[in-house]
Structures are given as structure tokens and as C-alpha cells.
């Protein structure tokens, strides 16, 4: 009986390959974009979980409840993470974790690399983490403060196939370190990440403005605890809430803990985020966007095997003329339709395979679909494909199968009514799926292009940036001298931060005549040399910008921003005096607003001062003509300047660039999605308009034969489903309306919900629907009458 | 065998019943040649059709082997037919998509029949029918003769008791027309009972009573 349904199924196929290669190709693309997304969405559940101790660690985060809103942020002071560990004895270990914030120069024998992943830990972390040791003893390798710990792959690097333990490492030219651990490489899917490991009491080493170790008010390190087994998280942040207080009575932080787990996903509110740091909100909307093409894709698949069961009719009737048994016959339609899913699933599979690349690369991430490894993905796709096939097998089997003999038999039945319905149905929810989805990629794509062509306040085109180290701030001064002395430079300027990634400092230490006592003013501080503003061509509203004329602007000067102005209350700032800090200064000028962070967030009051010390970058405006010229005439100068110093440069604009990256991908892939989803769409629409005008066809005879015209015909048959599309599009405007509506106030700038764009969606689909629908209604209104008439 | 009383068959569409059958009362006995006559739109495939329970009939009683075919569930009816009636039509209606071979075999997989006994029972009627070179052939492949053979090969392999055939020469020419009464006859001699539907008097003098259907009423000549 099975290999009967086999081959009727099979010579199903064949005899209508159209149909079978739409349906089956179809929904192979929707399984193919669900298993893909899911991939995806997996990856990102799976950050972090490979660590053994997951469920005991914790990150020690702050709030501030000063600003509106409330800010939460990770970097805590230094003694805090031994501190707690010997008052708390629920916490066994305690790790302070910190990368540096510029590149590293490493010399091994005549081998040297600036190396930009150099982070400091406490000997803890070893047995805390999951990063196995292939050398080394995990409870003693970082105890030793001349050691240092690698990972295989730059072990490899510098050492090749000799044994790295016992090698001695020079850093910055000034300290040696001796191997003491290899580690495996770090998976792509941990938050932490690095290359070398050195001994967090070394940090005074390297951030040598500052006295770090015992210092309570300096802060910057992340602080990771694990707690004793079943100890509540819960009754020890009750303990801890307030301990900053103890040593700094002024604080206004309340500790907190946050789960290490939910590093990865759930800290979009905690500032300063990490590289590579995920977000649950993506996540959701990409499980929707995979759901949304499944059901699109499902749908199809449905609608054309409904539309096509009416021409199995006969064979119903003719089964239970020779005895088959209604459930004999619903039995044969499941199988069919299940069959023919599974079919597509194999079809998704060898897509996916051969998508893989791309996809992993327009994401991001590295994925490979390995079946044993993501055993839930495989039911899930299993699962998916059954449902999809037991539904698109349901109106036929329930429907076909309840028939009269007698009806089919005589050709009495008609088949339009209900399944016409029900296809109608189908239709306006696919289109609904598609038109939401081609109002949020145009929403996305307006949103993206706005954040990069909004006026920033300065202009970052043609601007390189080289990271400086330390010791170089004072050489800053001459460097200048010699590069201005090229062509092809503009301007040479110093800062300790890039005008894309916030502040150095964030301070309320700050106070001026006038001000209510009461008030609490937070400013954001940020170290710029000479000709900064001018670099960048930030205008000047109020006053001055630095000047080398004035010989107390090094020490004495400062220049704030509009919005600080406007926080601060003053009518004329210029010539005041604001004490900041310990510092009395004068303030000189008033620059205009520009974005200093992402327009995630909004322009917050911005103190600018010359501190020199804090450089940490050096901004070389360029002429636009011959750039390749002048990078190689910088890059010889700071070749004699700093001969044992690789040359590492970048332009402004990439990082400008990678402040959205997370938008940027998001709305590519959105885009690829969308089409997909249209395509697939477009393909039901293709089969149902052919399978329609097939049905029609008598009615197009006789109409043809009274006289109707080409046109006539055309029109009568798009007629239809441009309904259907008008009745979709009311339908996805408001879900559409509210979903980006949301997902904008996530900006702090963006762009306005406008009416064209709902139009403009409206218009897409129904452009795209009407050419799919006109090749088969013309095709059909060219056929010849007497044709369709002939066996009337 | 077969005993009607009074079946109405009627279509209501609106207000307005149609009337296609009127106080039918019938008895075939086991082993008879009965021919229906009568002309266009007089009720005798309507009759044909629910004395194969392919329809049900609007009211009246309908017993079949004294089983009462008026109150049995589909399931039920669905076992009765499937074990003692086979049906031939004027237009074959053969399924498109399998070949002669498993045009044979469908009803006997729908009867459960072991693999061994249906490929023997399947070589039995392509050899008394002549049509093993043509068994894996589709339907389109075949003449309407060769189709209609088929048809009446597929109705008999089940050793049913009973067999309707509505026009079953209708679409043949006279030669392939009289193969399938001679085949009808033959049956009948060998005991199955036959119920036809026909315009064709030729057809008629094959069966042995013949009753004429005029309006939905049962007339005697």
C-alpha cells in the first residue's frame, strides 16, 4: 500500500513538475532561512556555556542613580575583587580582569609584534574559567608576577614548535616576563578574550599615571567572582550593596551582581560595552524574522498542495469506488504531503551547506552546521517540517476524503467554494508576513543610513588616527613639529579618547560660582591637545579654542560643549571659573554640540581640557589628494621617532563604521531575509495565479468568444489578488507601526515613522505580486478559445 | 439479494426539490442479469449509484443481503462494497497516474490481500483478458476497449457478487462493445449478479428481466 502512495506521489511530481518544483523549492528556502537564523540565534544562547563553573559566576557591576536614566557600568577599583573575597566567605574566587588599552610592544629574541590583546588577571581566574591549560598548573601559573601565560596559536607565533615554558618575553622594552602557561585558543563564542595573560599586580606597570593597586576612587577593571555552591546570589548582594562606601564614604554606587551568563546577552543597559557583546532584543528579532519565513514558506507549500489536491479528485472517487476507507485515504494524503516536506528539508539541508560561508560571513560569526552538536536545531527543523507537511495535508486529506464517489465521479463537485476561502486566507497572511518585513527592512535601512549621515558636529573624512603608547605623550610635541612640516598633513592634533567611543572620565567633582549646591551636575571629561577642534573643524560658538598664545591654557583652560552650557545654567560661560576636581580653570569657549558616542545615547555635557599625560591618540588630517603618499611619509617619520615601535594606523571613518556594525549587519540581513521572504512569496503567488487561470480557463473562452479584449481579461484576473494584497497590507501597517515604533526608541536620534514608507511597502508588493500574477494571466488571455471550448 | 422500498432520491436547490427518483421498490434475486432502461435524465445512474452505496438515497429502505444499507456507518458500507461489488463506468475512470498492473491491484491492497495472492490473482485477469504485454502501460496508453477491459478486470478481481455497470459500452465501437457484454455474460453464467444501465436494446436482450426508468418512476411496459 505505502509503495502505492510512493509512486502516485512520485508520478504526482513529475507529471506537474512546475508546481512540485515551486512547492518543494519553496519551502526549501524557508527551512533552508530558518535553519540558518537558528544557527545564528543558537550561537548566540551558546556564548559563555562552555565554562563548567557558569552557574557560580558573577560580574560585579554598579549603578549610579544620578543620571536619568539610572547607568549601570562594570569597571570597578582594584582593591575591590580581594577585598570582598577575604570579608565574604560565599565568594571562593575572585579575578580582576582588565585588556590594555593600547597595543603592546612584544619582543621575543628578533621577533616583534604590537600586540593588542594583552590583558591582567588574578591567579583565580585559571580555576575559575574554563580555558584549559595545555602547559602549566592552573592552581600556580599567574602567581609568580614575572610570569606570563599564552594562548597556543601566538605561542605558535613567537616560539614555533619549541617549547614555550621557561621563554622569556620583553614588553614595551622595559619588563620580562617568563612563560609560565599555554592555554587552547579562546572559542569566538567568549566574551573574554586575549592573547596574552599577565599578572594583574603588574597593572601599575603599565598604567603608570595612576596609582592603581590600592587606589578606591580609580576605576576601570572588571571584578569576577564565583560564589560557593548554592550560595544565594541574592543575600550577598544585600551584604555587598554598600561596601563602596566604606572606603569612600562620597560614593553614590550601589554594587551589584550580574550573572556571568547573562554577560553576553542581557547587558545592552550596562555602559562601556564589550566587543563582540550580543543582544537578546536581536535575538528575538531574529527568531521572528526565521518564524515569519517559515510560516510564509509553509504557507505556499499549503496553498498550492490545496490548490492542487482538486485535480486528485478523481482519484478519490475512484479509490473508494474500489474500496478504499476514508481513513485509508487521509493516511495516503498525509503521507504525501509529509513526503514531499521531508523532500524539501534534504533540498534545505544541501542549501544551507552551500550558504554556510556567507552567511557566517555577513553575520559575523564563524557557524558550521554540525548535526550532533546542535541536537535541538535538528528537532526542532524535524519537528517543523512534520507540522508543515501534516497541515498542507490537512484540507486536502479531511476535505478530499469526505467526498462523494458519486460527485467526483459525475463532475458536479465543486471544489472553489470552500478551499477558496481558505486559500484567500493564506494568501492575505503571507502577504501580510512580506509587507511587514519590507517596512522594517526600509525602516532599518533609513534608520542605519541616518546615523551615519547625520551631522556629527566634525567632520571625520580623511582623518587617520595611530594609537601612541604612554611614554610617548611627551614626544607628542615634536612629533606635530615634523609631520606638519610634510604635504599633504592639515592638521596634527592629540586626545585621550577617539570622538566615536565616549570619554576618558566621568566626573560630578565639579563646581562654579553660581551653582545651586543642591543641583548635581555629571560631566563627561575628555583630554584634547592643541588644534583638536580644529582637526576636526568643530565650531567654536562662545569664545576661544586652545591656543599656544596663551600660555595658561595648558593648565588653566577648558572648553565645554552647548549641552553643558545649557546644564550648567550660564548665561555667558566665557572668563567664568569652574573647579574641577582640585583644579581651579577658566572656561575659554563654548564648542557646538558634536556626537562623542553612539546615537544610541544622547549628547551629554562634554568638558574638554589639555592633560597630556592622558594622550592616548594622535589625529593626522589629510589632504585628499595622494593619501597612500602621506601614510607612507608618516609612517617614516614614526619610523624615526619610535624605531622600535611597529607603525599601526586607521582611518576615522572605520571606526566610525563599527560603532553601528551591530545595526549595519543586522540591516543586512534583514535586507537578504526580506527578499527571500518576498521570493518565496512570489512563488505561491506564481503557482496559485497559474493555478487559477487554469481553472478560469473555460470562463476566458467563452469570454473571448463574446468579445472580451486582451486587456479585459488581464485586468479581470489581477483584478483579485490586488484585493487580497490591499486587505495584507492593512493588516501588517499597524503590527509593522508598532514593532518599529519600538525598536526606534532605542536611539536617542532617529529618524521619524513616516507615512511613505507604508505606502512605499504597499506599492513594492503589489508591483511585485502584479508581475508575478500577469505573466500567467496573459498567457492565459493569449490562449486560443477554441482550445479550452473543445471538449465542451 | 437486494430489496428496495419506496426510495425518493431528491436534489433541493432553494425552495425547489428536484426529483430524481420517486418510490423505487425493487428485488433482485442472486444470480440475475438486470438490465435499467429508460431515457436522458431518468433517474438510472442515480439508481445504479445507490444500489453501489455510492449515494445515499433521500428516503426509503435499502437492504442488502438483509443488512439494512440505509443505517450503516460509512466505515461499514465502505466493507460491504469493498467485499461484493464491482463497479464498470461508461468512461472507465481509471486512476491516470498508475499503470494496468496497479490499476488491478489497488482494490485488492484496499482488501488487505497478502502479496503472494495478489500477484497471482493480478496474472490470472491480465491472462484471461489478454493483457499481460500491456500491464505496465498508463491508461492514457490503451484504447478506450483496452481501458474498459481493464475496468471490468478491475471490478471482478475482487470476486465481488454483485456488479453494476453503467453504459459500459457507451464510448466503444461495436466490435469492443460486444468483447465487454460477452465478458458480462460469461460472468453471469458463472454466477455473479448483474445490474446494467443502457440505452442500446442489443445490450439490453443480454440480461434476462429489464425494467424501464421514465421521470424517476418505475413503468411497465
Known amino acids: 500500500m505505502f509503495l502505492n502512495y510512493i509512486k502516485i506521489a512520485w508520478r504526482n511530481i513529475k507529471r506537474y513538475k512546475g508546481y512540485s518544483f515551486i512547492n518543494i523549492f519553496g519551502l526549501a528556502i524557508g527551512l533552508a532561512c530558518c535553519m540558518l537564523i537558528l544557527l545564528w540565534v543558537q550561537d548566540e544562547l551558546q556564548y559563555d556555556r562552555f565554562h563548567t563553573n557558569l552557574h557560580d559566576l558573577y560580574r560585579i557591576n554598579a549603578e549610579f542613580h544620578k543620571t536619568e536614566p539610572v547607568s549601570h557600568y562594570w569597571p570597578m577599583c582594584a582593591p575591590l575583587a580581594p577585598a570582598l573575597k577575604e570579608e565574604y566567605p560565599e565568594i571562593v574566587k575572585a579575578a580582576r580582569f582588565t585588556r590594555l588599552r593600547r597595543g603592546q610592544l612584544v619582543k621575543y629574541r628578533d621577533q616583534n609584534f604590537l600586540e593588542p590583546r594583552i590583558c591582567l588577571t588574578d591567579p583565580d581566574f585559571f580555576s575559575m574559567f574554563t580555558f584549559p591549560l595545555l602547559e602549566g598548573d592552573p592552581q600556580t601559573v599567574l602567581s609568580d608576577p614575572q610570569s606570563i601565560v599564552l594562548v597556543e596559536s601566538t605561542a605558535l607565533k613567537y616560539f614555533g614548535n619549541e617549547n614555550p615554558i621557561g621563554k622569556v618575553l620583553n614588553i614595551n622594552n622595559e619588563q620580562d616576563f617568563t612563560v609560565a602557561g599555554v592555554l587552547r585558543d579562546i572559542p569566538e563564542n567568549s566574551t573574554i578574550q586575549f592573547d596574552f595573560l599577565l599578572p594583574f599586580v603588574r597593572i601599575e606597570d603599565f598604567e603608570k599615571a595612576w596609582a592603581v593597586l590600592d587606589n578606591w576612587s580609580l576605576s576601570g577593571f572588571a571584578t569576577y567572582i564565583q560564589l560557593e555552591e548554592k550560595a544565594s546570589s541574592e543575600s550577598l548582594e544585600n551584604k555587598i550593596a554598600y561596601y563602596l562606601q566604606k572606603h569612600v564614604p562620597e560614593s553614590e554606587d550601589v554594587i551589584y551582581l550580574q550573572a556571568f551568563k547573562n554577560l553576553h546577552l542581557f547587558s545592552s543597559h550596562v555602559q562601556f560595552s564589550i566587543e563582540g557583546q550580543g543582544d537578546i532584543t536581536y535575538v528575538y528579532i531574529f527568531s521572528l524574522v526565521a518564524l515569519f519565513i517559515l510560516v510564509i514558506a509553509s504557507i505556499n507549500f499549503m496553498n498550492l498542495a490545496t490548490a492542487r489536491s482538486a485535480k486528485r479528485a478523481k482519484e478519490v472517487g475512484l479509490r473508494k469506488v474500489v474500496g478504499a476507507k476514508r481513513a485509508q485515504l487521509i493516511c495516503q494524503f498525509f503521507y504525501e504531503s509529509v513526503g514531499l516536506a521531508f523532500l524539501s528539508l534534504i533540498l534545505a539541508v544541501v542549501l544551507v551547506e552551500l550558504f554556510l560561508p556567507i552567511f557566517s560571513n555577513l553575520s559575523g560569526k564563524t557557524l558550521v552546521l554540525d548535526f550532533s552538536s546542535h541536537i535541538h536545531i535538528v528537532i526542532a527543523i524535524l519537528l517543523m517540517t512534520l507540522l508543515t507537511g501534516f497541515l498542507s495535508g490537512t484540507y486536502p486529506a479531511l476535505f478530499l476524503s469526505s467526498l462523494k464517489p458519486v460527485q467526483v465521479l459525475k463532475g458536479t463537485l465543486k471544489t472553489e467554494g470552500r478551499g477558496f476561502l481558505f486559500r484567500r486566507i493564506l494568501v492575505v497572511s503571507q502577504f501580510s508576513l512580506s509587507i511587514l518585513l519590507i517596512i522594517c527592512t526600509i525602516v532599518v535601512s533609513r534608520q542605519i543610513g541616518y546615523m551615519q549621515n547625520k551631522k556629527l558636529g566634525f567632520n571625520r573624512e580623511h582623518i587617520v588616527y595611530l594609537p601612541m603608547r604612554e611614554e610617548l605623550a611627551e614626544r607628542f610635541e615634536t612629533l606635530k613639529t615634523e609631520l606638519k612640516k610634510k604635504s599633504g598633513i592639515v592638521n596634527v592634533a592629540a586626545s585621550s579618547s577617539l570622538p566615536t567611543s565616549g570619554v576618558i572620565l566621568t566626573t560630578d567633582k565639579v563646581s562654579w560660582e553660581g551653582k545651586n549646591p543642591e543641583d548635581n551636575v555629571v560631566l563627561e571629561v575628555t583630554s584634547t591637545g592643541y588644534d583638536f577642534i580644529e582637526t576636526f573643524n568643530m565650531e567654536v560658538v562662545e569664545g576661544r579654542s586652545f591656543s599656544k598664545e596663551f600660555v595658561t591654557d595648558e593648565e588653566k583652560a577648558v572648553v565645554i560643549n552647548e549641552t553643558a552650557k545649557k546644564i550648567m545654567g550660564m548665561e555667558d560661560p566665557v572668563g567664568k571659573q569652574l573647579i574641577f576636581g582640585d583644579a581651579a580653570t577658566i572656561i575659554i569657549g563654548v564648542v557646538k554640540d558634536y556626537h562623542f558616542k553612539s546615537m544610541h545615547s544622547e549628547i551629554e555635557p562634554l568638558l574638554m581640557a589639555i592633560v597630556p599625560t592622558l594622550y592616548r591618540y594622535v589625529f593626522i588630517k589629510l589632504e585628499s589628494g595622494n593619501i597612500p603618499n602621506t601614510i607612507a611619509d608618516i609612517k617614516s617619520i614614526w619610523g624615526t621617532f619610535f624605531p622600535d615601535t611597529p607603525f599601526e594606523y586607521h582611518f576615522l571613518d572605520e571606526a566610525y563604521d563599527k560603532l553601528y556594525r551591530t545595526e549595519q549587519r543586522m540591516g543586512t540581513l534583514f535586507n537578504y531575509f526580506t527578499v527571500l521572504a518576498i521570493l518565496i512569496s512570489c512563488l505561491g503567488l506564481f503557482g496559485l495565479a497559474s493555478f487559477m487561470a487554469e481553472k478560469r480557463t473555460k470562463e476566458i473562452g467563452i469570454r473571448k468568444v463574446l468579445g472580451a479584449s486582451l486587456s479585459g481579461i488581464v485586468v479581470l484576473l489581477n483584478k483579485q489578488f490586488t484585493k487580497w494584497i490591499l486587505i495584507a497590507n492593512l493588516v501588517s501597517w499597524p503590527i509593522a507601526y508598532y514593532a518599529m515604533f519600538k525598536w526606534l526608541q532605542g536611539f536617542a536620534y532617529r529618524i521619524k515613522l513616516e507615512f511613505w514608507t507604508f505606502a512605499l511597502a504597499a506599492m513594492i508588493a503589489l508591483a511585485i505580486a502584479m508581475m508575478t500574477v500577469s505573466y500567467q494571466s496573459i498567457k492565459a488571455a493569449l490562449a486560443d478559445p477554441a482550445d479550452s471550448l473543445r471538449y465542451e | ?221
Open chain 2, 1 to 221: 439479494m437486494i430489496k428496495m422500498k419506496e426510495i425518493t432520491k431528491f436534489y433541493s436547490s432553494g425552495f425547489v426539490k428536484t426529483f430524481v427518483l420517486r418510490n423505487i421498490d425493487l428485488d433482485v434475486k442472486e444470480g440475475e442479469f438486470l438490465t435499467i432502461m429508460g431515457p436522458s435524465g431518468a433517474g438510472k445512474s442515480t439508481l445504479l449509484h445507490i444500489l453501489g452505496m455510492l449515494d445515499s438515497p433521500s428516503s426509503g429502505e435499502y437492504f442488502f443481503y438483509d443488512k439494512p444499507v440505509h443505517r450503516l456507518s460509512e466505515r461499514q458500507l465502505s466493507d460491504l462494497h469493498k467485499n461484493h461489488i464491482g463497479f464498470v463506468f461508461q468512461s472507465y475512470h481509471l486512476i491516470d497516474d498508475l499503470t494496468v498492473y496497479e490499476n488491478l491491484e489497488t482494490p485488492l491492497l484496499y482488501k488487505k490481500v497478502k502479496g503472494s495472492e495478489r500477484k497471482g490473482k493480478i496474472a490470472e485477469m491480465l491472462d484471461r483478458f489478454n493483457m499481460v504485454a500491456k500491464k505496465d502501460l498508463f491508461p492514457n496508453q490503451l484504447s478506450g476497449g483496452q481501458q474498459q477491459k481493464v475496468a471490468v478486470a478491475r471490478a471482478i478481481i475482487i470476486n465481488p457478487k454483485l456488479i453494476l455497470a453503467d453504459e459500459p459500452t457507451g464510448n466503444l465501437n461495436t466490435k469492443e462493445g460486444t468483447e465487454v457484454m460477452d465478458l458480462l455474460k460469461e460472468l453471469n453464467e458463472g454466477g455473479t449478479t448483474i445490474i446494467q444501465v443502457t440505452h442500446s436494446e442489443k445490450n439490453a436482450s443480454y440480461g434476462r428481466r429489464i425494467i424501464n426508468l421514465v421521470d424517476g418512476w418505475i413503468v411497465d411496459k
